[in-house]
Each structure stands twice: as structure tokens, then as C-alpha cells.
């Protein structure tokens, strides 16, 4: 089986919101175009308690973008983003869902992040998403989504390390470029480790 993963289309990471993605909303009609393609369609939802260590507001002195150690790990501080049950964590505006088979949550430990959709920074506890994929028999998957340098670069990564052929869908993405390049390298990155990063139009669908 082959799954598509639409990483955290929310709120927060659209233009307007607290983490904004540059055209973070040109994503949305893309993954919707995308889904009835796909077998099996998941999405994962970035879902912060207010106290998340990630956040700069949590450190005292410390900026947004500043660098700390989290759970043993350096961590980009961030803006308030993503909290639970929060208008910023909800799914964007228009995203259609009706063909999502099961949203996974991460990041919901204060003490550490989670970029993947797979398993949190420090791989310590799993969201679920491998076990549910391997449940259903998939051994490939495509990653659109949002942040390219991000949650897509680690999904994709995680992806590998479980044995998938992992696929990124380069135009279904978009990234945050904290430093200008950042999307260039992540996509680079993922090439050389043995993700195949391709076009929505050279996939026969929608
Ligand atoms: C993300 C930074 C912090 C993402 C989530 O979805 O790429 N980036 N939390
Ligand atoms: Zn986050």
C-alpha cells in the first residue's frame, strides 16, 4: 500500500499565524488535489501544551530563534504555536479532510519536540504513525506539507530509517528558511540520503 502524509496543515503555520510559513497556503489545495490518489491518507497535527519547551515565552531571557537544549537535544526556540485546542492548532481553512483516515498528534511532551510525524526528536516514543502504517501493509509513502526544513525533512528521514520508500512532494511543501537556504539544503539533504523528491504533476493523478 502506498500513503500519503499531509504534515501539520494548521492554522499557525499559514500566512497570519504565529509560526507563518511563507505561502504556507498555496499547500492546501495541492494535498487536497492529491488525496483521492492515494489509498490510505493520514495527516499529523502539531498539539503543544502551553508550557512546550520549544516555546521562547518558556525561557526566560531567551528570543525567538535562540538556540537551548531540550531534553538533551539543541532546540530552536519558537513562537507560541500549535496549543492545544487553540484556533492556531486547528486544521487550515479549506484543507479537506473527509478522505483522512487518522490524524497523528506530536509534540505533546513538554520536555521535547517532535518534527517527524514518526517520532519525537530524541526517537524516545512514537506517535503511532509506524505502527498504524505497518498495520495497513504501506511501504511507501508521499509527504506533503508544512515545513519543508522541518516536520517534511524529519517525516521524510524517519521515513527512511523505517525501511519505506519515501517520496516528497516538492511543489505540496513549503518551508520556514530561518536561514536563507534552509529549504534548498533540507531538499538536498533528502535527495543524497535516498528520498525521492518529485513534481505533484509527474504523479499520474488528480
Ligand atoms: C514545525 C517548527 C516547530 C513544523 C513545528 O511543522 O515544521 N516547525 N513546530
Ligand atoms: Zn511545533
Redesign the pocket.
Known amino acids: 500500500m502506498v500513503a500519503l502524509i499531509l ?2 496543515l494548521q492554522n499557525d ?1 499559514l500566512p497570519g499565524g504565529a ?1 507563518a ?1 511563507p505561502e504556507g497556503d498555496a499547500v492546501v489545495p495541492i494535498a487536497n488535489r492529491l488525496q483521492p490518489g492515494f489509498e490510505v491518507v493520514v495527516a499529523t497535527q ?1 498539539w503543544h501544551p502551553a508550557n512546550h519547551g ?1 516555546f521562547a515565552a518558556n525561557h526566560p531571557g531567551k528570543r525567538v530563534y535562540d538556540e537551548v537544549k531540550l531534553g538533551g537535544l539543541p532546540q ?1 526556540l ?1 513562537p507560541v ?2 496549543v492545544q485546542n487553540t484556533k492556531g492548532a486547528d486544521f487550515a481553512p479549506g484543507f479537506d479532510r473527509r478522505r483522512i483516515q487518522q490524524v497523528f498528534q506530536k ?1 505533546i511532551d513538554p520536555e521535547i ?1 517532535s ?1 517527524s510525524g514518526f517520532f519525537d526528536n530524541a526517537d524516545r516514543r512514537s506517535t503511532g504513525l509506524s505502527e498504524w502504517l505497518k498495520d495497513k501493509r504501506v511501504r511507501e509513502i508521499y509527504i506533503a ?3 519543508t ?4 525533512r524529519f517525516t521524510a528521514f524517519d521515513g527512511l530509517g523505517l525501511g519505506l520508500r519515501t517520496h516528497v512532494i516538492e511543489d505540496a511543501c513549503r518551508g ?1 528558511n530561518v536561514q536563507p537556504g534552509d529549504v534548498e539544503r533540507a531538499l538536498r539533504e533528502m535527495r543524497s540520503a535516498g528520498v525521492e523528491v518529485l513534481h505533484s504533476n509527474e504523479l499520474k493523478i488528480g
Open positions: 504534515v501539520d503555520f509560526l510559513v502539531d520549544s530552536t519558537w504555536h500549535c509534540g519536540d518534527y506539507g508544512l515545513a526544513d522541518y516536520c517534511v520556514v
